[in-house]
């Protein structure tokens, strides 16, 4: 498997609370992405990034915000976490913008109550 | 983004019966990637198609990007209980952005 490393792995926490999810790599890939997986949703793009302080919406940001202030540090945050966020979270990699594959990591699952 | 349709969402076959998950877009798509995800496990890259009308194939596993590159399929003959997953088909946008859309995905269920 691909260096990529997601925490934490698993967290609940509450309503209006802000979260940030870690996604780290030792590969030195340029792109990262964040991707969230729901039921009959399949992946969808949150934000991604493709170098260092340059990111990007992707389908579904609004509610998320993104850093990236290290190549192998992209952080996920949930200003003010909702119920509708509770969702398995995953970071991916890759090498280039185009016709190369990502490598993913583990995912986190993130409960708001 | 580009969008990718993908059909069906669920399929269920006895073990030994062949399997096809279809992708479909209403845009020329600039090339197609394909993987496979296990039950609790996180999606693997299975193969990329780039060419118009491209056949590739990987043991039992027969993948296809249309002549028109706007749609592509995967078919895996003699199914097994190993095939269990979701199987996504992705696409990079255009641009050259580095934005990777993925399909809703296809869960595939094989009864022993």
């Known amino acids: 498997d691909a260096g990529i490393t997601q925490s934490p792995r698993h967290k609940v926490t509450e309503t209006g609370t802000p979260v940030t999810l870690r996604c780290h790599q030792t590969?030195?890939?340029?792109?990262m992405y964040w991707y969230r997986q729901d039921p009959g949703h399949g992946l969808r793009l949150i934000h991604y990034?493709?170098?260092?302080?340059?990111?990007d919406k992707g389908e579904v940001s609004d509610g998320y915000s993104v850093s990236r202030s290290k190549t192998e540090d992209f952080l996920l945050t949930l200003e003010s976490a909702t119920s509708s966020q509770t969702s398995v979270y995953f970071c991916?990699?890759?090498?280039?913008?185009?016709?190369?594959?990502?490598?993913f990591g583990q995912g986190t699952r993130l409960t708001v109550v | 983004g580009q969008q990718v349709m993908q059909i069906p969402q669920y399929q269920h076959v006895q073990e030994g019966e062949d399997f096809t998950t279809y992708c479909n877009s209403s845009?020329?798509?600039?090339?197609i990637q394909w993987y496979k995800q296990r039950p609790g496990g996180h999606p693997v890259f299975l193969i990329q198609?780039?060419?118009?009308?491209e056949v590739k194939k990987q043991k039992r596993l027969t993948f296809q990007f249309g002549e028109a590159k706007k749609n592509s399929s995967l078919h895996i003959t003699a199914t097994q209980t190993t095939d269990v997953g979701t199987y996504f088909c992705?696409?990079?946008?255009?641009?050259?952005?580095?934005?990777?859309?993925f399909g809703q995905g296809t869960t595939l269920q094989v009864k022993p």
């Open positions: 198609l780039v060419k118009s009308g």
């Open positions: 992705a696409n990079h946008g255009s641009g050259n952005t580095g934005k990777l859309i």
């Open positions: 590969e030195n890939h340029r792109y």
């Open positions: 990034s493709y170098g260092v302080k340059d990111t």
């Open positions: 845009t020329t798509l600039s090339n």
């Open positions: 991916a990699i890759s090498l280039g913008p185009l016709n190369t594959e990502a490598f």
